[in-house]
């Protein structure tokens, strides 16, 4: 008995031969291979399953050894409609054009084979489905607006098939659900795929169509515990905790109110009454005059002292005429005007005094002061050494601002270098007559001769320049520079410092003692004898 590996290998051989000569010979093997290897109770003959081309995917295992289940002999184009009859919901897409198989343009012609190649192996993977790249407007459920962000796992469960996938808003949405199923099952009736805010339920459909801020009110402010049956439509069922009125005008809101909001209302308090509303008085709530129980029937006062009594700043020192000065516009925006209805125009800084700083007692009874000091005593950093005719130097402008002094009228006129100097470097304080006048006062740190040329400046040095000084010994002294004493330094001289005047002993001994060869045997008075060109030369009647 030949076997079945060498039939199989001839088999494979004569099949896969294209020669024209080797028809008869395929015949041949075929009539042997139907001989040697019977049918088996399958339908599959041994011949069969040695010419098999490998094994098949894991989920056709169990038709392994049932070529017929999915093969039709001579017949290929029986070979779709044997997929089909095993994989029915695949053929109700087809039929119905729906899912992706339905969808297929070419799906009549196409063959399954194509895209679900089998004998691969039991691991081999026939559904070529990509999710990366995959278009699901290719499916009956096209991922649109937010859909488009969702990753696949949200939808597409582990061992689950695609198709089984829920498709139905409430299947994915029941948690997210707020109305608790009372509105159905429907999303899509309201909702749109946006997000769930965006709905698309027409209010206006309703017996209580929506407008001016109703638009924007939450469904649950009216519809509490998702309750949409039996809602009341009368303004104070809902707003009765927003009636400021306290019931005092009733409850028929809207014969004042509109829906655009509570201060938008139709009653005219300008037609239908005395006292026009203008100003400040056009956003004053209506509770704020109309105090009363009823407001039909009380009587209010115009006068303004009569709403306002209690905010007059002015403590009833201006008398109760608020309009003679006030506007109903703003207490700030006053008609009254200072400059041309007194003989104290305002100006600078005045102009935005107010006015209680000034007029601090009855406006009608008591005068004002019109001199500076009269209301600027506390603001006089000099403590009255300047006077009391603050406008001599300063302007309304500001303390600092202009000043206006003229330094040379004073003790101390401003020459030189002084002329620049601003005025805190003398100044420390604002008591001016304070400062001294004597220059060591200001300039000890720069007296180089540490005060052995006393503190007289002035006798050496002038206020333009330090270093710019003129000082004549011969005539300014007693005692002439001559000879050798020409060209000393002062400081030689000078050693001790001077508090006031000097007091230098003019002989000669108290600098030259040391130089004395007499030891002073011949007194004190060395210019008897010697000059000052030299100690060796001798005065000429001593010669």
Wanted: glycine share 6%; hydrophobic share 25%; charged share 30%.
């Amino acid at each position: 008995m030949v076997s079945s590996t060498a039939i199989k290998n001839t088999y494979n051989t004569v099949i896969m031969t294209d020669a024209p000569h080797c028809a008869k010979s395929w015949w041949i093997v075929l009539l042997a291979g139907m001989c040697l290897f019977p049918l088996s109770s399958k339908g599959i003959t041994t011949l069969d399953f040695a010419a098999m081309p490998g094994p098949v995917i894991q989920g056709h295992a169990k038709y392994e050894k049932d070529c017929k289940k999915c093969h039709s002999p001579f017949a290929k184009e029986e070979q779709n409609r044997l997929c089909l009859d095993c994989h029915k919901e695949v053929r109700a897409d087809v039929n119905q054009k729906e899912g992706f198989h339905g969808k297929m343009r070419d799906i009549k012609t196409r063959q399954c084979k194509t895209c679900h190649t089998d004998h691969k192996g039991r691991n081999f993977k026939i559904v070529l489905l990509d999710e990366s790249t995959f278009n699901h407007d290719q499916t009956d459920f096209p991922l649109k607006a937010s859909h488009r962000f969702v990753p696949c796992g949200a939808c597409h469960k582990p061992k689950k098939k695609h198709r089984e996938a829920p498709a139905k808003c409430y299947d994915c949405h029941k948690q997210d659900e707020p109305h608790k199923g009372k509105l159905g099952k429907k999303c899509e009736i309201c909702h749109s795929e946006v997000k769930w805010t965006d709905f698309l339920f027409d209010h206006s459909k309703t017996d209580f169509p929506l407008k001016g801020k109703h638009i924007g009110v939450n469904c649950q402010d009216c519809h509490v515990n998702e309750r949409y049956k039996g809602i009341p439509v009368k303004c104070y069922a809902c707003h009765r905790s927003d009636d400021k009125h306290k019931g005092q005008y009733g409850r028929k809101c809207d014969n004042c109110h509109r829906e655009q909001g509570w201060y938008s209302i139709k009653f005219d308090h300008d037609q239908d009454t005395d006292f026009k509303l203008e100003g400040g008085h056009v956003q004053v709530t209506c509770g704020q005059c109309h105090k009363g129980e009823d407001i039909y029937n009380e009587d209010l006062s115009t006068e303004c002292v009569d709403c306002h009594k209690f905010k007059d700043e002015h403590k009833g020192l201006y008398g109760k005429k608020c309009h003679d000065c006030h506007t109903p516009k703003s207490w700030q925006e006053i008609e009254f005007d200072h400059n041309e209805d007194t003989d104290w125009p305002l100006r600078g800084k005045h102009e935005d005094v107010a006015c209680q700083d000034c007029h601090s007692g009855n406006l009608y009874e008591d005068d004002a002061p019109e001199e500076c000091y009269g209301c600027h005593r506390q603001d006089d950093v000099h403590n009255g050494q300047e006077g009391k005719e603050c406008d001599e130097c300063h302007s309304e402008e500001g303390w600092i601002k202009q000043v206006e002094f003229d330094h040379d009228i004073t003790k101390f006129p401003l020459l030189g270098a002084h002329a620049t100097v601003g005025c805190e470097e003398c100044h420390a304080t604002t008591n001016f007559k304070d400062v001294k006048k004597e220059c060591v006062s200001c300039h000890e740190a720069d007296d180089v001769h540490e005060k052995r040329l006393g503190p007289k400046c002035e006798t050496c040095h002038n206020s333009t320049d330090f270093l710019l000084w003129l000082f004549d010994h011969d005539k300014q002294t007693d005692f002439i520079l001559d000879g050798k004493h020409e060209n000393l330094h002062c400081d030689l001289c000078h050693k001790e410092p001077v508090e006031d005047e000097f007091d230098i002993d003019p002989a000669c001994v108290r600098c030259h003692t040391k130089d004395d060869i007499h030891n002073g045997s011949y007194g004190r008075l060395c210019d008897r004898c010697h000059v000052t060109s030299s100690f060796a030369d001798f005065s000429p009647e001593w010669r």
